[in-house]
């Protein structure tokens, strides 16, 4: 086993202190942008790919690998709405909020989904079984109101589908 003080800087193995391999994916996305810092999107992209959500500790490390202030990385973290800083449920949960959802009884979807699962759009059920979002437009206009169950879009959706689709997941409801 070659270590990292090897004669071949190439083939030597660094590894994060704590032990984490997915540390090395960042570490490996930084150098592939040369640790620019045009490239703190792209970096935390790759963070909540490999860790599920951007902890404090996955920013400071983003932060020092890029030499930024913690600050503007965390101000980009909150800035878009793609990241997350909070886990997420076992399930997700995402109502259009878009104009012709919105006319069409979203509102009325998502106030549903809040009563029933005691939680807020943003947040998490204590359980851990499912995140409750909320989205601009998600571009299914035409099968307003559209609800994205975990990744898969539905259409024309009821408050009362919603709550049935939510039933199979084992969230305690309220």
Not at 52 to 73: F, H, M, N, Q, T
Not at 120 to 128: A, L, V
Not at 146 to 158: E, H, I, L, R, Y
């Amino acid at each position: 086993m070659q270590s990292t003080t090897t004669k071949n800087p190439q083939k030597a193995t660094k590894e994060h202190p704590s032990g984490d391999k997915r540390f090395k994916a960042l570490d490996i996305t930084m150098k592939r942008n040369q640790h620019r810092q045009d490239a703190l999107i792209e970096v935390l992209h790759k963070a909540q790919e490999s860790f599920g959500y951007l902890e404090e500790d996955v920013l400071l490390y983003v932060a020092r690998g890029l030499k930024l202030p913690l600050s503007r990385v965390y101000g980009v973290a909150t800035f878009y709405h793609l990241f997350s800083l909070k886990p997420s449920g076992a399930h997700s949960c995402v109502v259009c909020l878009g104009t012709a959802c919105y006319v069409k009884g979203s509102g009325q979807v998502l106030e549903a989904l809040e009563q029933k699962t005691g939680i807020h759009q943003g947040e998490t059920t204590p359980d851990g079984q499912m995140s409750l979002m909320s989205a601009r437009c998600i571009g299914a206009c035409g099968i307003a109101p559209a609800v994205v169950f975990d990744g898969t879009v539905a259409g024309k959706v009821t408050p009362e589908e919603a709550l049935e689709k939510i039933k199979g997941w084992g969230v305690k409801q309220e």
